[in-house]
């Protein structure tokens, strides 16, 4: 199904076209012949980290939507394969921001809603992120920053009941938050409200009660896991138990 959203983005989006010079400082942050490259470029053959440069280079505070229209599906095949075309994996989207949906139509919405949902199933399905160092909560501050719904990732991620996502899961618990600050994202790209979210999700009662099922499993199980592994589970299955006893 993510193969098909990306394959219809390249479709959908085929329209832009991109007219005068790239909302890019070629100054210092990319050369002009480099600029100058990106823009004749077949979208599906920008290499990452041309794009990388663009991307992560100075810019207006919000890049005109044709520009923004003609990239769009590079970024979501780049993504979609754990190529993140920046140097950091939370900042992917960052073009897209600030957003404003009027300058969508219904069509372009609706495929800026399959995306991150397909996309979230997908790094759900596989375990580890095939990126280095990267992690889900890389993943879910990179989608909040793109201005995604991540209430409804998270009602996805609470119905996929897989030893892939329980791992996710784990990661989440012990390494997504600050070790001296359990209300801070490990990462300095997540802010307080989205650390706020993912906290209640995890403390909540529902959520605990489908995780606790698939890490026993994952402990009493031969699933080839280290044992780092299974200790980092056997803690959290002990936390999710004693404070599902109120002890």
Same mark, same amino acid.
């Not at 889900?136 to 030893?163: C, P, Q, R």
């Not at 784990?170 to 209300?183: I, K, M, S, V």
């Given at each position: 199904m993510l193969t098909e959203i990306i394959d219809k983005s390249y479709e959908l989006f085929a329209k832009y076209h991109l007219k005068g010079q790239l909302e890019i400082c070629t100054e210092c942050c990319m050369t002009p012949e480099a600029a100058a490259k990106l823009a004749s470029l077949p979208v599906r053959q920008i290499p990452k980290d041309l794009l990388a440069e663009y991307n992560d280079g100075a810019k207006p505070d919000k890049t005109t939507v044709e520009e923004v229209k003609h990239f769009l599906p590079r970024y979501f095949d780049l993504v979609g394969q754990f190529q993140f075309p920046t140097h950091s994996a939370e900042l992917s989207f960052s073009r897209l921001i600030p957003f404003d949906k009027s300058e969508w139509t219904k069509e372009e919405l609706e495929l800026l809603n399959q995306f991150p949902r397909e996309y979230f199933k997908h790094c759900l399905s596989i375990y580890p992120i095939p990126s280095f160092n990267d992690k889900?909560?890389?993943?879910?501050?990179?989608?909040?920053?793109?201005?995604?719904?991540?209430? %409804?990732?998270?009602?996805?991620?609470?119905?996929?009941?897989?030893?892939q996502s329980a791992?996710?899961?784990?990661?989440?618990?012990?390494? %997504?938050?600050?070790?001296?600050?359990?209300?801070?994202?490990?990462?300095?790209? %997540?802010?307080?409200?989205?650390?706020?979210?993912?906290?209640?999700?995890?403390?909540?009662?529902?959520?605990?009660?489908?995780?606790? %099922?698939i890490i026993e499993q994952l402990i009493i199980g031969d699933n080839n896991l280290t044992d780092s592994d299974i200790n980092e589970l056997n803690l959290l299955y002990d936390i999710i138990q004693t404070k599902k006893n109120g002890l």
């Open positions: 889900v909560d890389s993943v879910l501050i990179m989608l909040w920053k793109a201005g995604f719904d991540i209430s %409804g990732l998270l009602t996805i991620w609470e119905n996929e009941k897989t030893n791992l996710h899961f784990r990661d989440l618990y012990f390494h %997504g938050f600050d070790q001296y600050n359990q209300t801070k994202l490990f990462s300095a790209f %997540g802010d307080k409200k989205l650390a706020e979210i993912l906290r209640n999700w995890l403390e909540n009662e529902a959520v605990k009660k489908t995780f606790t %099922g």
